[in-house]
């Protein structure tokens, strides 16, 4: 026989972290985004270091933040069904 258990402090702490990737994190990754997009510019900085930013450094960090975006919304949608379950189990 399989237990089931969801206490409040599980929504509870279901709820935060939904909020923090709906709230927080996207505008983050967006802040990083620009700006490592404004310091790729060679208007704004340039020389061996900031070439080097440009060609590999940022290149791969965004990368980075794209795929964390990416599963960033897969998280978000595993805890909207936690959110369910639990709500479904009989808590909160």
């Known amino acids: 026989m399989t237990t089931v258990k969801s206490t409040d402090l599980a929504h509870q702490e279901a709820a935060k972290m939904l909020s923090l990737i709906n709230s927080q994190m996207p505008g983050l ?31 791969q960090a965004k990368g980075d933040l794209d795929r964390m975006r990416t599963s960033l919304e897969q998280l978000q949608h595993q805890v909207q069904n936690i ?9 909160a």
């Open 29 to 59: 990754i967006q802040q990083l985004n620009a700006h490592g997009q404004t310091l790729s510019d060679p208007n704004n900085w340039d020389g061996p270091l900031a070439q080097r930013f440009r060609g590999e450094v940022w290149p």
């Open 83 to 91: 959110l369910t379950n639990i709500s479904h189990a009989g808590g």
